[in-house]
């Protein structure tokens, strides 16, 4: 049987859906593979092109007798282009997703429409801020002190040996991890090489980005995701004809298509949002790896608190471990204090704020310093429920509770559903039907009842729409404009306010009764970075953390900033339970609008990859965490294996039974490898 491949010949991408079929000559039936670079004849003079193999299949789509040959495999030096392409293609064979949604993701196709400049915009945005005055060094080169030079020696006396390895810079918080960056990138632009930063989406606002545009200036590259894809285009014909030569932006600008890239860092490398949520489902940080290896450069993954995945594979050698144990200038890691907030409620305190907590603000506040205080979001939503019957509103299209806000309107987080709150328990009747306000407004209200006179600003969802939001928050809060900022995860991350003295975390352990294995280390890392916050300036911080579960280890871990002891825990659970990294994790979701086509879907797969033979543990089918949102059902299997490779073939399996079954109309079919969130 002959085998036909769907190439694309035009490799400049534009045109990425149009593809053209070819017959695999025999002698090439064993090389050719998605992601291949190709030879073949084009039009009727059978002019030679370059062309770019997307799949594979044994079905002609036209007359077989009229599909030509590919010439031969493309040999000699591999452009920046075809780097890409091949990184598509490792892209969709690990995270499953067609070549087509790969090609995509990492080559943004050019769009028509041009805005002009506003990344200028944004620099002189950042230029204006009030923190400009404070940190002028932040220009200069500060001496770095013995644990910066010798991780930074490390990396760069390997990179001039010709060694490419994968770092993680594991620093505690305020230890000096971004300098530690602008020396590798210093080093870089003298050796004409380019770096690519990638940062958390949430911690792009002015003060990092101001740190690399104070230093680099205009090599710097901003990109974030207010950018229009003019703009973002635009950037990317800067990056690519070598007028700039840094980048720093969230996960996509990984693809950025820098032809002498020397170096990738991902700061805070074990944030959640490194790993994408829609198809294909990439995770940053081992794309980066694979990137880099393709382009010849190395990997700096730096975090206080690194992923349990990452520090296990520092331990076994896979990573090469650097560690900065203190903060700069001896300042003091904060004292940190739990407050078991069982013995507050046994005392007759009903109020979010302990005793303690509330003597150490009124302290600061007397002092005429700055408090942070800090509600992990998750599971702090202001739920309605009926005390008699205790039925709970919830969304008429989503399986999830409805929150509630102060206007009196009920909203879902799922769908954006808005109605407004009944007086009477539509299930029976009874009007004793109440719930609590969305957990940073609720806050606020009873922080001001306790202190009159304070100055407060709030940072969440909904005080930051629109383009500045975060910013005008920050800037005002950095020039004292406040006395105390409440926020939820938004305001842990990267911020320096060096007159906060105090941090207050309101009830600590909310992520941890989450039905989800990352539970645990999620909230350490919270909490850790939480903690951070305070005592970064001259005066030394406290941390007060609340909590439910004082003698859980994840938050006695964060309070004692040891992230080893946390470690050793956590890894011990995983193996327990067979959990990543002890064994990979591939979810496949069946969704419908119809419950019935989406349940025989998950039980036609299920039927298929169990009879498949490999070593794997399967959980289900069963209904998703959240079992339906805007009207979707969602239906689930866990597959667990030690070897990513058999996951990476069931979902081959699995596709192509998807691909032929008329069972699956009407539903959409995804793959989620070590999946970030339960679903
Ligand atoms: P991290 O990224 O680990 O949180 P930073 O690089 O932001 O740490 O450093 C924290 C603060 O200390 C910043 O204000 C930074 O400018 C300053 N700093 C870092 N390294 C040094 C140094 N070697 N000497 C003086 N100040 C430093
Ligand atoms: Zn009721
Ligand atoms: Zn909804």
């Given at each position: ?33 998605p ?56 892209i ?5 997703s ?11 196709v ?49 990179y ?42 949430i ?17 710097v ?160 939503i ?46 029976c ?11 940073t ?43 105390i ?46 903690a ?23 938050v ?12 050793e ?111």
């Amino acid at each position: 049987m002959d085998l036909y491949a769907d190439i694309i010949v035009d490799i400049s991408l534009k045109q990425l859906d149009k593809t053209f079929q070819y017959r695999v000559p025999k002698d090439l039936v064993s090389l050719v593979s998605p992601g291949s670079l190709v030879n073949v004849p084009f039009g009727n003079g059978g002019r030679m092109i370059e062309g770019v193999v997307l799949s594979l299949s044994d079905v002609p789509k036209i007359d077989a007798s009229k599909i030509k040959d590919i010439d031969s495999m493309k040999k000699g030096a591999v452009s920046a282009e075809e780097q890409m392409i091949s990184l598509a293609a490792w892209i969709s064979r690990n995270y499953g997703s067609t070549m087509i949604q790969a090609l995509k993701t990492v080559m943004p196709v050019k769009k028509a429409v041009r805005k002009r400049g506003k990344a200028e915009d944004y620099e002189v945005e950042a230029d204006a801020s009030p923190l400009r005055g404070r940190c002028p060094e932040g220009a200069d080169e500060v001496a770095l002190n013995p644990a910066q030079n010798t991780a930074a020696d490390k990396i760069l006396s390997d990179y001039n040996n010709g060694e490419r390895k994968t770092y993680l810079l594991h620093g505690v918080t305020g230890s000096g991890k971004t300098e530690v960056y602008m020396r590798l990138i210093e080093e870089m632009l003298k050796k004409g090489k380019e770096t690519i930063v990638l940062i958390p989406e949430i911690a792009l606002t002015y003060q990092t980005v101001n740190r690399f545009t104070a230093r680099f200036k205009d090599e710097v590259l901003i990109m974030h995701s207010r950018l229009s894809a003019g703009e973002r285009y635009e950037q990317f014909e800067d990056a690519r004809e070598g007028r700039k030569k840094i980048m720093v932006g969230p996960r996509s600008a990984l693809f950025t298509p820098f032809k002498n890239l020397g170096l990738i860092i991902i700061d805070e490398e074990h944030e959640q949002s490194y790993k994408s949520e829609q198809v294909p489902r990439y995770h940053a940080r081992e794309t980066a790896i694979e990137r880099a290896r393709l382009s010849n450069a190395s990997v700096v993954l730096g975090s206080a608190t690194p992923a349990v995945e990452s520090y296990e594979k520092a331990l076994t050698g896979e990573y090469t471990l650097l560690e900065l144990p203190e903060r700069v200038m001896e300042r003091n890691l904060p004292e940190c204090e739990i407050i078991d907030l069982r013995s507050e409620l046994k005392r007759g305190n009903r109020s979010m704020i302990g005793k303690k907590l509330h003597e150490s603000i009124q302290d600061r506040l007397d002092k005429k310093e700055q408090v942070m205080l800090f509600l992990n979001r998750r599971g702090m939503i202001g739920s309605v429920s009926c005390r008699a019957c205790g039925h709970v509103i919830k969304c008429p299209h989503c399986d999830v509770p409805m929150t509630l806000h102060r206007n009196r309107m009920l909203t879902c987080h799922y769908c954006g559903h808005i109605e407004s709150a009944k007086p009477l328990c539509p299930k029976c009747g009874s009007k004793y039907i109440g719930g609590f306000k969305a957990g940073t407004e609720k806050v606020e209200e009873s922080v001001q009842k306790m202190f009159p006179n304070a100055k407060i600003l709030r940072m969440d969802a909904d005080t930051t729409k629109g383009k500045t939001g975060h910013e005008t928050i920050l800037k005002k809060f950095a020039s004292h404009k406040a006395d105390i900022l409440i926020g939820t995860q938004m305001i842990v991350k990267g911020h320096d306010f060096p007159n906060v003295t105090l941090v207050g975390i309101l009830a600590a352990d909310l992520s941890l009764n989450e039905n989800d294995y990352r539970g645990a280390e999620r909230t350490f890392q919270l909490l850790t970075q939480a903690a951070g916050r305070a005592g970064r300036g001259d005066t030394p911080g406290a941390v007060i953390i609340q909590t439910y579960q004082p003698e859980h280890y994840a938050v006695t871990c964060a309070a004692a900033q040891d992230y080893k002891g946390f470690f050793e825990k956590e890894i011990a659970y995983r193996k327990l339970g067979s959990y990543p990294p002890a064994s990979h994790l591939l979810l496949i979701m069946v969704t419908s609008q119809r419950e019935a086509k989406a349940d025989t879907g998950i039980g036609l797969i299920y039927e298929h990859i169990t009879k498949l033979p490999s070593k794997c543990d399967f959980y289900g089918p069963m209904d998703a965490n959240v079992k339906k949102i805007a009207d979707t059902y969602r239906k689930i299997i866990y597959i667990k294996s030690k070897d990513y490779n058999h996951l990476v073939n069931i979902k081959d399996r699995a596709e192509d039974l998807v691909k032929d079954f008329p069972a699956f109309r009407d539903t959409l079919v995804y793959f989620d490898f070590d999946p970030m969130s339960g679903f």
